[in-house]
T-cell receptor, first 117, second 118 residues
Framework: NAGVTQTPKFRVLKTGQSMTLLCAQD?????MYWYRQDPGMGLRLIHY???????AKGEVPDGYNVSRLKKQNFLLGLESAAPSQTSVYFC????????????????FGSGTRLTVV | AQKITQTQPGMFVQEKEAVTLDCTYD???????LFWYKQPSSGEMIFLIY??????QNATEGRYSLNFQKARKSANLVISASQLGDSAMYFC???????????????FGKGTKLSVKP
């Protein structure tokens, strides 16, 4: 099915370990995003990309790095995981320039539940 | 700064009744889009409804309607004839246009947890 695919779906890390979350989309979307969701906080933007080879910081970028080497993939890296990074991570993509009406919204992946112990 | 406020952390509604979930927003740009997403316990984010700032009529999608009051900067979601399957988290979000320095990112409220009682 077309859409946004996130891998892995679940992961447990020890403090200080590193890992990379992969997001892949097959809709030829230019824009891609990484959000984290914490209880009572809604979704907060970590980093985003407006096209292949570009990245930019969102609201909560500290402790994360990203890369967009290919248009269809957006990688989120944790170099040295901390318990504060325990969260559910969502990748999303969208059209650019804006589509018509609701096409302006996002297509979300199914999320990655990360626990750092 | 742009902001989305959902003041109801949790709500209960009786099955088959209507419910309104509140959302207010703050932006200085005249062109923007408002979205509602549903997140069931399984975790995925499901798009429900969209309202453009220049749309003349309130958006409707089946049992969902958006009560858009531009002057008050509110975009409340109305769910008619609630069903047990409507129990979920609901997020209001706003997207600004991606020109003039804005990248068109979606900003989200903190969500409202709706529980439908049989």
């Amino acid at each position: 099915n077309a859409g946004v695919t996130q891998t892995p779906k679940f992961r447990v890390l020890k403090t200080g370990q590193s890992m990379t979350l992969l997001c892949a989309q097959d809709m030829n979307h230019e824009y891609m995003y990484w959000y984290r969701q914490d209880p009572g906080m809604g979704l907060r933007l970590i980093h985003y990309s407006v096209g292949e080879g570009t990245t930019a910081k969102g609201e909560v970028p500290d402790g994360y790095n990203v890369s967009r080497l290919k248009k269809q993939n957006f990688l989120l890296g944790l170099e040295s995981a901390a318990p504060s990074q325990t969260s559910v991570y969502f990748c999303a993509s969208s059209y650019s320039p804006p589509g018509r009406g609701s096409l302006w919204g996002y297509t979300f992946g199914s999320g990655t539940r990360l626990t750092v112990v | 700064a742009q902001k989305i406020t959902q003041t109801q952390p949790g709500m209960f509604v009786q099955e088959k009744e209507a419910v309104t979930l509140d959302c207010t927003y703050d932006t200085s740009d005249p062109s923007y889009g408002l979205f509602w997403y549903k997140q069931p316990s399984s975790g995925e984010m499901i798009f429900l409804i969209y309202q453009g700032s220049y749309d003349q009529q309130n958006a409707t999608e089946g049992r969902y309607s958006l009560n858009f009051q531009k002057a008050r900067k509110s975009a409340n979601l109305v769910i008619s004839a609630s069903q047990l399957g409507d129990s979920a988290m609901y997020f209001c979000a706003m997207r600004e246009p991606n020109y003039g320095g804005s990248q068109g990112n979606l900003i989200f409220g903190k969500g409202t947890k709706l529980s439908v009682k049989p």
